[in-house]
């Protein structure tokens, strides 16, 4: 296929015919020729083609599927942590790279990925390239990256490292450059199948005409190799991450849902005799594959950071004892520090016998004679910067300058004193790629970052990866703290590529996972999360049947909305306002236990919620008491019906839903059994009866059963007593029952557990009463021993 | 001199606590030339879960144990014999102060005794701009590195005052400086920031310290204490060399060496989650008694 002349495809949408490369910069799309690169040919054509409408409603398509997901990226240095969730930063046009460029790529970075894995096998080794005089010693003792609780452990699997991301750039001269090695943690993997998806959405012809290398087969090999490594099959893997307040928490829960992996935090952890154990709600159950996306440093606060919070006290003796594969190996962080790319190109020949087939950016490290007078010499060309700092260049632009800012005499001065803790970096001009910008293309520079893994044979490297975009022409403005976006690239091959799938192409022989790995942290958050939920459907319920006899009675309805208040205080709700503070409490409470449990959330279910929490607080500032309220509430109720629905009709009946329903069935029996101590008890006003039944949702069957007005019997009847009525004391209380009976060591051979001893009682009591002997005092008893519940619960499972 | 010695620490925590890892480093060293250790026997009641040992990164015995949960009140009783050699008098062949730079960077080695170790900022040391022009003013004329360190533990000795109750155990470094004041712990991690920015590579010692009593007045027991003092690399010819900065002495036969690391938080005797109980009280006692030769 030939290149079309640009200027020529002028009719379309998106200004293709206006797009030009930034003078001396080398552009993806465009040749210096100007010509459109024959692998850009069917999107510029496809781009070409679209109406300035059709384009924004393909490309609206990706923004839909984003939101509606939840992808989020939090931005640090925010006051307020908890909403600094930050929309995806996303571009659409993906970058483009043909197969035969991919594949030299590809070899490139296995070789740099073993040159690595060498360099760290002597630095927590003998320390050969130290001692040989390769590596200056200073660089690796002063390293606080360098953990010498480490120095000396073998990793179990026999290597160091088994996942790695590299950032690229390419140099005006079409070749590409390592800019920083990701060796600690890295992240992106996650957002790349994000984005992947997000762009297939908007280029949805395109993307199945193209033939784009899948990235799943990818995913699918790494987590068979991570499983493969346990030698007790019975042992779990699993993802250990910083929490919800990290920066990619939001990738950690997508990774592990999309790999069926346990998502830990340090808390969840503990060590016995040498093993790591995840507390499960069954108990401790060993891990022998640790996936961390958490610093090295944080892992021990016994052995590494004393100030750690969000570590495991014992991580390292694990690791000593040999019973757990991490990955990767901690300490992998000084792989990243910034000098060392000044002596890796040497180390190559000496570590693999082989020249470097892809330089990285040319680097000095300044406590070198012959360094500081080739800075000296071109300092307009060079970027100085802290030698153990991590990370690009372009990400740094606090502690680095540009070395031709200063003075020459004020240069070599600080060469000199200081050149031991200085590096220099050529400053890169980076490619360009076309982003869309107001419905117009333009060209920023970009980076992109490619993901190898480990599995048996060795490395494998994603066919594909995470685009940095910068904001500004400027090269420096690429990383998304400083508000790039990020863009899918898409590696195209000239034949049909195959389809592949996470399922495994060979059977295994069906293995089930036994029920009991739940984390007694992620079961603690559904439990709550059900009873906020719930909380918060029973005081739209009780508000809106307030403002709807505020609405219709007027003040003559005075005596029986008083007579409410005992159940308004139950809650903490002042009901005067139409959306209180308290109900908008509940749902962020609602919201913080879902994002703690979000590998095991559909994603569905939590933009309902998320949807809700939106509506209520605009609602919050909006609605007036009476009819506007109780019209306002009702829609709430609607969409609280709806997370019901998404959660009891989709979610798999494991433990988590277990917790998750005991929660909302204590919450609702709870919010009865109060509604009914106070309007059924006789001394309650005029139509406190009715509004019960309203309160209990059931006015109609109330009318089919009894066919008479309410009395306080046939009340307690339908809603204290009845098995069969959903919202019925004695329905929730036999729920609980039912699904505590279910839980790990509930019921050992008749055996109950005291929590399953209660709640059989409590169930006795129930099915044994009747209307006339269920009297108000009778009903808060039966209130607080359900309290209690909660109390058995959270001791038995989550201690 | 040879010593028996014993060590004995005792909690309270008031309360019972949930189960804890914890790691010590109670057990006197070997080192050669200068002190040999045998027969050293912990003992912890109530007994631990686990219990095992490693040495760290830089050679010190640790011994590592896990608590039941429940505990109140937890004891530690260490026992040793050692045997401390007399230093000889020997002529100062330490590196002049400039030349320390060059002669470091001729060592290629990081193994736990390489001084590359002891030269940057440590997570107990921070670089402190009030402490380096303390040891510039201290150490200016000095003839040679040993020189330098004595002028400097010298000069921070007469500045500081010994005060058991002005700093905890996690006071900065800066603050002590700048309050004039502290223990062992705080003297020694000053004069280690000290000597660093000077150049000096210098490593945290932790210990015991012998106490004499005041001439014709009986040996009080458990009067000897848990120590710490300060080790500095003073060349590639004279090595290392220990420099006690709260008695104002090079270290000889009354300190007894349980081992090395960058600061405190390398060498701390005890380690772990009963750090995290802060109602905890504390006490410890050391005995070192000398032995017939």
Redesign the interface.
Known sequence: MTGERAGQITAGGAGLGAYRPLPGVADEMLGADGQIRPIWSRMAAHLGGLAPADLAIQMARADRYLRDSGVFYRQYGSAQAATADRAWPFSHIPVLLDEDDWSQIASALIQRADLLESVMADLYGPNHLVSSGRLPAGLVAGNPAWLRPMVGIRPRSGHYLHFLAFELGRGPDGKWWVLADRVQAPSGAGYALENRVATARAFSDLYAQENVQRLAGFFRDFRDALLNRRQDRDSRVAILTPGPLNETYYEHAYIARYLGFTLVQGEDLDVRDGQLMVRTVAGLRPIEVLWRRLDAEYADPLELDPASRIGTPGMVAALRAGGLTMVNSLGSGILETRALMAFLPKLAPHLLGEKLAMPNVATWWCGDAAARSAVLSAPDRMILGDALATGMPADQRGDATRAGDLETADLARRLQSDGTGLVAQEAVTLSTTPTLLQGRLAPRPMTIRVFLSRNGSGWTVMPGGFARIGATPDPAAIAMQHGGSAADVWVVSPRPVAPVSMVTGTPTPLRRRSASGLPARAADNLFWLGRYVERSEGIVRLLRAYHTRLAEAGPASAPLLAAMKPLFDQVGVDPKTGVPKALLENLSAAIGSAGRVRDRFSPDAWSALDDIDRSARRMSSRVTPGDDAARALSALLRKLAGISGLVHENMYRFVGWRFLTIGRLHERAMGISAALAVLADPEAPEGALDLAIEIGDSVLTHRRRFSVTASRDTVIDLLALDPLNPRALRHQVDGLRDQIDMLPAANDHGALSPLAREVLLLHADLATADPTTLTSAELWSHRSRIGALSELLTRAYFP | MRYRLRLSIRYDFGRPIGA??Q?LRVCPRELPDIQHASDCDVTITPPPL?RDG?R???GTQVI?L?LPSGVSKLRIDMTARVHRFAAEGAFDLSAPLSRLASEL?E????GPD?P??F??AS?RIPDVPQIAEFAARACAGAPTTHAAVESLGRALNAHLRFDPKATEVDTPIADAFAGRHGVCQDFSQIMIAGLRSVGIPAAYASGFLRTLPPPGRPRLEGADAMHAWVRAWTGIEAGWTEYDPTNACFVGTDHVTIGYGRDY?DAAPV???M?LHGAQTGAHSVDLVEEPG
Request: aromatic share 12%; charged share 25%.
């Open positions: 804890g890892r790691l686990e490693f760290d990164f830089f590592q896990v960077t060592i290629t080695d990081l390489s590359h170790h030269l940057k997570p938080s380690t772990g989650a750090r």
